[in-house]
C-alpha cells in the first residue's frame, strides 16, 4: 500500500445549481468474474461466445436433487483479491439465498453472501494526480453467482434466455461512499481491474460482461459530507438512486454527471428523490427509472440450506499471500526508484501489466530509462497508431532489448536504430545479425570519419566562415557528414571532429 507516502485528497465536485452549490458522493458494488475455468457450484464451463446454453451443468439449470459443491478455487481467488485490497479475510463465512424471480434465474434464488462475506474491509489508493489521491475504503467483498441473460432481439414476440453465465462466480465489492467526483468513480473502477488483472482473479473485460458496475449517487450541500464522516449518519446525506450494470468507463462518467444534476433540479423544484435503481440510456444521455430500490428485506434473505459455513484455514490465507505478485503500486514506486524512471513514465509502463511485464523483460540488464524512452515512444507509439497491443506487437522484448544493446555498444546511432526498429517491425529477425548482414554498423573509423568532414569543409569555404562567426551552424556540417556517411558515422565523433577544425 501507499501508506508511506504523503498525498492530498482532491476536492469534491462542486456543480451549481439554479439556487446553491451542491456536492457529489458516490459509493460502487463492482461486480468482477472470477477467472476461473469453471463456475462457483458446478464444473460447466466458464468459456465466452459458446453456443447458447451450451455451458450449463444440472445443478446450474436447477434440475430437481441437483447440489451445489463449492469451487475451492473460486474461493482462492476471492482470498487473494481481498488481500490486494489490504482487507481482512473473514475465515469464515456462509451463502445465502437471494430470492427473486426473473426468466434467466432458474433457481429462483441467487446464491450469495449477505450477512458473513468472505472479504471485510479494504481499501484503495486511487490516484488522481502527482501527489493527490483519493483513500477509497471498500465495505466487503462477497462471493455470489451471476444470472443468465435474456435475449429481445431476435424475435419481434419472444424472447429468449441463455444460461451459460448462470452460476459464473462473482466478486461484489462493494465500497464506502468515499468517492466525491465522476471521474474519481472512473478512476476508482479503472485502479480495481489493474489491481485484479495484476492478481489473475479477474480479466477485467468490461466489453464482455466481466466487470461491471452499479453506481450509488446522490447529493448533498457543502459541509454535510463532513458532518456524515463525523457521526456516520446517512442521514447528513441525500437519498441515493442506483444505476445498474455500468460497463464503461466513460459512460459511468456521464451517467453520474447526468443523474446528479437530474437530483439536484428535482430537489430545488421542491421535490423529493425516490430511492430507486436506474438504467443509463448512452444513446440520449440520460437515466432512466427501471424499478424501485428493494431493500435486503425484500429478497427474503436465508442462509442456504444446501450449503454449510465456508471455513478456512489462517494457514491457507498465508500461503496464498505469499504467493501474490507485485502489485501496480509496489511496481511503479520500484521503477521510480531503482530505475530512475519518472512518476509519468512509471505509471504508463504499469497501467497494465503485461506492458510492465514487457518493460521489464527489455530493461532488464539495461539503462531503464533508455528502455523506457524506446518502450514508450517507439513501441507504444507504433501499437497505438496499428490498433495492436504487446502480446500482438511484432516486436519482442528480446529483439527491442537487442536494438538497445547495439546502441550501447556504439554498434548503431539512434537513428540507425529506428530504421532498424522498422526492419524488426515489419520483417522481423535478428538486430545484431540484421546490423551484420545489411552493412548499417556504426562507422567509428576516425580517419574514415575525419575524411568525410575535411571534404565536405573543403567543399563549402562560405559555410566555413559563417560557422566561424556564428558557431551555432556548426550543425549543418554535421549534417552533411551524416548524410555523406549514410548516417553510419558516430555523431559524437563527427560533432568532435567539426567543432575542432573549425576553431
Sequence with gaps: MLDHLSFTAPEPKIIQGAKQDWELVIGLEVHAQVSSKAKLFSGASTGFGAEPNSHVAFVDAAMPGMLPVINEFCVAQAVKTGLGLNAAINLRSAFDRKNYFYPDLPQGYQISQLYHPIVGEGEVIVDMGPGVARRVRIERIHLEQDAGKSIHDMD?????????????????????????????????????RQIMRYLGTCDGNMQNGNLRADVNVSVCAPGAYERYQETQDFRHLGTRCEIKNMNSLRFIQQAIDYEAR????????????????????????????????EEAHDYRYFPDPDLLPLEIEQAWVDQIGASMPELPDAKKARFVKELGLSEY??????????????????????????????????????????????????????????????????????????????????????????????????????????????KIIAENPAQVEKARQNPKLAGWFVGQVLKATGGKANPTAVNELVSRKLG
Excluded at 170 to 184: K, N
Design 345 to 454: 513514465d512509471a505509471g504508463v509502463l504499469t497501467a497494465e501489466v503485461e506492458n510492465a511485464d514487457y518493460f521489464e523483460a527489455v530493461a532488464a540488464g539495461r539503462d531503464g530509462k533508455q528502455a523506457a524512452n524506446w518502450v514508450i515512444n517507439e513501441l507504444f507509439g507504433r501499437l497505438n497508431k496499428e490498433g495492436l497491443t504487446v502480446e500482438t506487437s511484432p516486436v519482442s522484448a528480446a529483439q527491442l532489448g537487442g536494438v538497445i544493446d547495439l546502441i550501447a555498444s556504439g554498434d548503431i546511432s539512434g537513428k540507425i536504430a529506428k530504421d532498424l526498429f522498422e526492419i524488426l517491425w515489419t520483417e522481423g529477425g535478428e538486430p545484431a545479425a540484421i546490423v551484420e548482414a545489411r552493412g548499417m554498423k556504426q562507422v567509428t573509423d576516425l580517419g574514415a570519419i575525419e575524411a568525410a568532414v575535411d
Design 156 to 192: 419481434p414476440n419472444l424472447s429468449f434466455v441463455d444460461l451459460n453465465r448462470t452460476g459464473v462466480a462473482l466478486m461484489e465489492i462493494v465500497s464506502r461512499p468515499d468517492i466525491r467526483g465522476p471521474e474519481e468513480a472512473a478512476a476508482y473502477v479503472s485502479k480495481l
Design 262 to 293: 437530474r437530483q439536484i433540479a428535482i430537489i430545488e423544484d421542491g421535490g423529493k428523490i425516490v430511492q430507486e435503481t436506474r438504467l443509463y440510456d448512452p444513446d440520449r444521455g440520460e437515466t432512466r427509472s427501471m424499478r424501485s430500490k
